[in-house]
């Protein structure tokens, strides 16, 4: 097994969260027991992704302010809010108030762009204003400005028995340092880094150029290197990177007939770019944790970052997710190089 140019620093998961519409309780049950299996086995992070009118977390916000209070040290994400939802100015609220709550531990992750089926939805969601709704990279420096301290307000000071301040409040100070940006193209990557962001790129990118064949780890090595370049810390700059990761070492023969069955479905979607969007899909790493690391090792944007979210497959069961995270977390991330954190 050839060595890693470094060690992995830093090993966190991410998990959509899906629950029956019948019994929603247990679902979102099951990704706090996950959350607080995360933090046993020394994970340093664990991301929510955001699913808004279907059968995953659609408030990963507030399910992380119910962690925070069953765990004590991992870190946790959001990967990502889909700004198009939101009021930038009530959502730093949240966030900040969370990150209090958490003591520091918040790491929210965001993107933009139009709502997914905004003609369905923009009565609902923008019934006065759908027409002049911004959806670019504004929403987000919004929502940086007011995360990291600048007025939201031309008023402050008493009014009869009350305080008011002209800024978000509670404000917490080291927010600003871990909001990330979710991008999968060269344009989002540059932006990202000029606007001193952290990075994350996941298992979808943009194909970009005229050639008629692209490798997906080139592709993802381009938008690392450019976020770098634009950023004000250069090459220390955070990346994490969220492939679908699916060690088999302690699964059942049905485990591994399930997942192998799963990555072998997705498997057409990554020989080419994909729709109007062109998007290249990464392929699900399906086998041992030394067949894995293997792959990692030889994958050009690993090689260059230390931090990875590796993604929970959306569909299997909570036992699955039990076997898989004790996997990554004894077995694969050791060999990446990884220690398990503690205290």
């Known amino acids: 097994m050839p060595s890693p140019s470094q060690p992995l620093r830093k090993l966190g998961f991410l998990t959509i969260g899906l629950f029956d519409a019948n019994d929603p309780r247990a679902g979102h049950e099951s990704t706090l027991e996950i959350i ?72 929210p992750g965001l993107s933009v762009g139009p709502p997914m089926h905004y003609d369905q939805v923009k009565g609902a969601l923008y019934p ?105 810390d250069g090459d220390r700059a955070r990346v994490s990177q969220g492939l679908v990761v699916i060690p088999t070492d302690s699964a059942t023969p049905g485990q591994r007939a399930k997942y192998e069955e799963y990555a072998a ?15 290249m899909f990464a392929p699900d790493l399906v086998g041992t944790s030394a067949e894995i690391a293997e792959l990692l090792y030889a994958h050009v944007a690993f090689q260059e970052i230390d931090e990875v979210a590796f993604a929970l497959p959306f569909t299997f069961e909570h036992e699955d997710y039990v076997q898989i995270l004790t996997d990554i977390a004894t077995r694969l991330g050791p060999a990446l190089g990884w220690s398990p954190a503690t205290g």
């Open 265 to 279: 479905k997705r498997l057409p979607r990554t020989a080419a770019p994909q729709g109007p969007a062109r998007l």
């Open 128 to 232: 006065d204003t759908a027409d002049a709704e911004d959806f670019g990279y504004r929403r987000v420096e919004r929502l940086l400005d007011l995360v990291r301290g600048k007025t939201a307000s031309d008023f402050s000071g008493v009014e009869g028995f009350e305080v008011f301040s002209d800024r978000v409040q509670p404000h917490s100070p080291g927010l600003g340092n871990r909001m990330w940006y979710g991008g999968g193209s060269l344009r989002s990557a540059r932006w990202a880094g000029e606007h001193g962001m952290n990075f994350l790129t996941s298992s979808v990118v943009k194909a970009e150029g005229d050639e008629d064949s692209y490798d997906f780890a080139e592709i993802q090595l381009a938008g690392v290197r450019a976020f770098r370049a634009a950023h004000p």
């Open 36 to 107: 607080e299996l995360g933090e046993r086995l020394g994970f340093d992070s664990a991301w929510l992704r955001h699913r808004h009118l279907q059968y995953g977390i659609s408030s990963p916000v507030a399910v992380l302010a119910a962690a925070s209070q069953r765990t004590r040290r991992i870190e946790l994400g959001t990967a990502v809010i889909p700004l198009g939802w939101e009021n930038p100015l009530r959502l730093a609220e949240d966030l900040a108030t969370v990150d209090i709550l958490s003591g520091g531990r918040l790491n």
